[in-house]
Each structure stands twice: as C-alpha cells, then as structure tokens.
C-alpha cells in the first residue's frame, strides 16, 4: 500500500512538474554556466572537433533542461549526459605546448565553479587534461589569417528562430570570441559580463527587428570597426536608399560634406538640426546604441551611416547655415550611395604651388596597379607625393607602390598576432618580412593622407608607407581596425563580421582601437568646407614638407637611420643662433626625451628608447624641423 501511495505521489509530482520552468534568475545563472561548457567541449573535445556528434542539437537539449529542472543537481545532470554523450575523450602523450605569452585567451578556472558538480567539474577537467592541439571541423583558416566558419552554420538558415536556437546563436558567437578574437583583451566589457548581459535579451527578445537588433548590439561590444552584422531583416531596418549628401561630423555639428549636383535645396557645410521633425542630437543619441566602432571617431562615423541610409521615400530636412534656417523636402535614392563615393578628376596629377616645388597627388582609392608604372613615370621629378588613403585603396596598386619609394632591401614591417584554430584560445606571433624596393628609389618626400574613413588595408598602407625616410603623415585618427576579416553564421540568417587577424607596427606597438596617428593632425572645419576647400591636401600642400622646403631642412643631417643606440646629426653647412633642441615624440605623440646641443656636429643617444619609430623634432633659427628616426 505504502508502495503504490509512494508511486502515485511520484506519478503526480513528474506530471506536475512537466514543462515547469524555473525563475528566470536560476535559468540565465545555468545558461551562463552552460554556454561555457558547451564551448569549451566544443573546441577541445576530440570527439565533437572531429565531428562525430552534432553538438549544436546537444546544446538545444540542454537549453531546454536549464529551463526545466527542478534543482541545480537535476540540470548538472544533463550537463553529463551532454558531455557523455560527446563519448570517450582520446588519450595522448604528447605533452601540451608551454603557454607563455600573456596575450592568450585561455582561461579554464572556470571548470572548478562550485555550481558544478564533483561528477562535471571532473568530466571537464578531465577533457582540459587531455586535450591536445588538433583540427576541429567547426574551424578553418586561410593562408592569410583569417579564419573560416562555414562548417558552423547550422540552423543559420532558420528564419525565425526559436528561444533554444536563439541561444544557440548567442553561445556560437560568444565562444568563437572568447577563444578566436586576437583583440579580446582590447574589448572595453569584460567578455563573460557581456555574457551575462545578454543571456535574458537573447531569450526575451521577439523575432524579427528586436531579434536582429539585439545581435547587432552583441557585435558592438568588441569596439571594433570592422564588427557588423548583415541579415535582411536588418537591412531594411538600416534601409537601403541613400540620402541625396554625404555628412561629416564635424565641430560637433552633423555637416553635410558632398551633394548629389542636381540637388540644389542644400549645400555642401550646412549643418543639420532636424530631421522628419526630429533634432540631430536626438536622433544620434538614440542611434548610438547601433554605432560600430574601435574609438569615438569612428563610432560617429557610424553614426553618419546609420542617418546616410534609410528607406526610399521622402524625407523633411532642415539645415542652417550663414543665410539662416531653411526645411526642405528631399528624397533618397540607391543609385546616391556610388555616385557620393565615386572619385572624380585625375587620378593623379602634378601639382605647381607657391613656393618654386611641385607635388604629386596620387588618388590611392582609385589608382590601379595597371597606373602605378605611368604614374611614377609622369611624378618622378616632383619634389614630393601625397599618397591619400582617404578612400579605400587596391591592395596590388599599394604592393606596387612600395616598390618605387623604398630602396631594394628585405624590410620587417609589421607584426601579427594570429590565432592557433589548433589550440583555442593561443595566439602566437609572426613577423612580418618581405623584399621590396628599388636599387633607385624615388627621391622626393612621401606624404602621406589619412582621416577616418581610411580602415583596415588604408590603415595598412599607411604603416607601409610610413617606413619610407623622412615621410610625414597628416590628417586625423582613422579607423582602428586593422587586419583581415572573419565571418561568423548565426539562426535567424545573420552573418557577422569580426577582425580575425591582429597586426601590429614592428616594435609590437598596436594600431587596433587607436589608428594611425598623424605626424600633424589637421582636421576639417566647417567653414572650411563651405569655402569648398580640402583643408587636409592643403595643408599638405606646402613646400616645407619637401626635400626644397627650407635650406635649415637639407643641411640638417641624421645617420645612421635607422640606428640601435646612437643618431649622428650634422648641420655644419647651416648658420644658426643658440642652442639646437631635440624633442623626441612616440608614435602616439607622447614626448619622450629632450636633448640640448651646442655644437653643429655631434651625437644624440636612444640607446634608453624602445625599438620602434620616433618623431625627433629640431628646433633650429626659429624654425621646428619634423624628422623621423627608427631604433632597432
């Protein structure tokens, strides 16, 4: 009797208990734990990198028991079923690699969290122990850095998908970055915090916008420039007609920067206040939430995008400028987007300018490696290049290039932090070396232009071309993201994009978040541009930046450069009043040392500086003369 009571209770107690949910508390603490596990499994476990479970459809039925068992105890329980399932982890002797550099993403305290049961924590450890480096079917890489997802996309075609492959799609993109992303220590958020952050939005998100809209946040927060989504559904949301300008933000006013010509109701530096009624500011703020970006510069720049694109149809515009307020009526269109970003003029061209030199500017966006032999031909004589890197170059024209400016020589420009697919969560450095140049390379100064629209391979060139001696480079912060790409596939047919390759300068200074400091910021003013001018290329435009730019400019000399302890200058042929002061400034513009000199030939030691680039200012008769020096 006592058996058959007991059995009815039982029976009672399961069919009450059938689809009960827990707090919503205990769910997202158990969803934590388990999007850690599932990753961690994931990439380590011989079995699930071989392919020989599907454990995306494991991690859907644990979801589902995070919701529904009754104790922590019972939902560990499928934490084991799940790892058992994945079937007896391989044993190895081989030992594991050292782990030494500090830049690596590997963290496994994790597996000792007193949530965890004795039973898990030792499943756990026991795959962390034995695991070794090895191919993983979810993960490629190309011969360039990148890396490769395409065997990842499981339910990625799933238009609406449901609470489980939601989660699914959260815990796909937040492992690949806890383990993948080069860049994970640059992230502002702690990673597992952003974790927690978006465990209920995931979860308690609508499909359709919301849903998309919540993944276009998640990429955010890598505060990189290159982090996007791209899905139909946010598409249309973003929009996909362009308004008939282009704007800047400029002087903290949102300014329109170019105009379609058959647009006459506005005009290039009216800054906008409103529109459909709306003020500016309002409008940013409330769009900021959707801004990418590595650094401020950037994140308004996403901005302008964001206002830039919408749906066709017409809009109200209200501007002022020195006549006043004026509201218009205006409309977008698709074919505004390539007719605002196409070059116009020539390509290149041979510039005469006050001051008796000539300076050739060359159109970086637009020059193809079919020109670059031509165009060295016809500004071989001029005194100085400007290579602008405003617009987004051609990766052979720029390897081209770099051919005619350096001398013949095997050069170390840049190093990578690449990511071990073999061995999540390890980078590992290579530097970067290659033969390039000419036995008689061209003479005259490089310039080089940059602002923010200039990212990944416009940031690269400009650390290319920066190497040449006695280069300069103007303009302002650009876009601080630099490296190549990966795609990431997630339910609900969304692709993300993430920088999947770190590249730093030669002395491992890095450029991610921070861009390419300029030797001379010059930025746009807005009444600069009402005036219709290029304040950048005019600035640039300016014959002390030449080799004839200034007697004191040729007759001050330093060698060997680069150098390992000691500069050597020489100003012997220039007259000069009192004392010769040297300001040495990192790349970032921080000063590092001063050095007072009496004497017209002499000696200046950087034994004590780090190797890497340093501008060395001169201030000589009054004048402040701007080189570059190399320590190696």
């Avoid at 490089?446 to 040449?468: A, D, K, P, R, W």
């Avoid at 600069?528 to 640039?540: K, T, Y």
């Amino acid at each position: 009797m006592k058996k058959s009571l007991l059995f009815i209770i039982f029976l009672i107690s399961f069919i009450l208990s059938f689809g009960q949910t827990v707090p919503n508390e205990v769910y997202y603490e158990r969803l934590y734990h388990l999007c850690k596990v599932w990753g961690f499994a994931k990439y380590h476990h011989t079995e699930i990198a071989a392919g020989n479970i599907n454990w995306d459809d494991e991690l859907l039925t644990c979801a589902s028991a995070a919701k529904t068992a009754l104790t922590d105890e019972d939902f560990n329980d499928s934490l084991q079923l799940m790892l058992n399932n994945a079937g007896e982890m391989e044993l190895s002797i081989i030992p594991l690699p050292n782990i030494i550099d500090s830049l690596n993403n590997i963290d496994t305290e994790w597996i000792q969290n007193d949530f965890f049961t004795d039973t898990v924590s030792k499943l756990l450890d026991t795959i962390n122990v034995r695991f070794r480096p090895q191919d993983n079917v979810y993960i490629g890489q190309t011969s360039y850095g990148s890396l490769i997802f395409d065997n990842d996309d499981m339910y990625h075609n799933v238009a609406n998908p449901n609470e489980q492959q939601r989660i699914l799609a959260l815990f796909r993109y937040w492992n690949i970055i806890n383990y993948f992303y080069p860049y994970k220590y640059l992230i502002d958020q702690n990673w597992d915090t952003v974790l927690v952050e978006f465990i209920p939005k995931f979860i308690e998100t609508d499909n359709g916008i919301p849903y998309h809209l919540v993944n276009k946040e998640l990429v955010i927060k890598l505060n990189d420039s290159h982090s996007e989504i791209i899905s139909t559904i946010y598409n249309n949301w973003d929009g996909n007609h362009f308004t008939p300008f282009k704007v800047r933000f400029i002087e903290n006013q949102t300014v329109i920067s170019k105009v379609i010509p058959s647009v006459t109701e506005v005009n290039i530096g009216d800054i906008i206040t409103e529109i459909d009624g709306h003020e500016i500011l309002y409008i940013r703020d409330s769009l900021r939430t959707y801004a990418t970006g590595s650094n401020d510069v950037i994140i308004e720049r996403s901005i302008n995008y964001l206002i830039e694109w919408e749906a066709s149809g017409n809009f109200d515009l209200t501007t002022t400028n020195n006549s006043g307020t004026q509201t218009h009526t205006l409309s977008r269109s698709y074919s505004y987007f390539n007719i605002l970003h196409q070059g116009s003029g020539a390509i290149w061209k041979d510039t005469i300018i006050d001051g008796g030199c000539n300076i050739g500017i060359v159109d970086m966006g637009r020059l193809t490696v079919d020109d670059v032999d031509e165009m060295f031909i016809d500004l071989w004589e001029t005194n100085a290049i400007i290579l602008d890197l405003r617009y987004y170059p051609q990766g052979q024209a720029v390897g081209s290039v770099l051919d005619y400016i350096y001398e013949y020589s095997t050069y170390n420009y840049a190093n990578s932090l690449i990511v071990d697919v073999t061995f999540p969560g390890f980078l590992y450095w290579e530097q970067g070396y290659d033969d390039f140049g000419t036995s008689d390379p061209y003479n005259g100064t490089v310039i080089i232009l940059f602002n923010e629209e200039t990212q990944s391979l416009g940031e690269y060139s400009c650390m290319l071309f920066e190497f040449v001696p006695g280069s300069i480079k103007i303009g302002n912060t650009t876009a601080g993201a630099d490296g190549n790409i990966t795609y990431v596939y997630l339910p609900g047919n969304i692709t993300t994009i993430f920088t999947s390759l770190g590249i730093y300068y030669p002395d491992y200074s890095q450029t991610q978040r921070i861009g390419i400091i300029p030797d001379y910021e010059v930025l746009p003013t807005i009444s600069g541009i009402r005036d219709g001018q290029d304040e950048v290329l005019n600035f640039a435009l300016n014959c002390e930046f030449t080799q004839v730019s200034s007697d004191s400019d040729t007759e001050i000399v330093l060698y060997p450069n680069p150098s390992s302890s000691i500069i050597k200058y020489n100003f012997s042929s220039l007259s000069y009043n009192n004392d010769v002061l040297f300001k040495i400034f990192d790349i970032t513009g921080k000063e590092i040392k001063i050095i007072k000199k009496n004497d017209a030939i002499g000696e200046i030691n950087i034994d004590d500086l780090s190797n890497g680039i340093y501008i060395i200012n001169i201030y000589i008769n009054n004048k402040i003369i701007n080189k570059k020096i190399i320590k190696i």
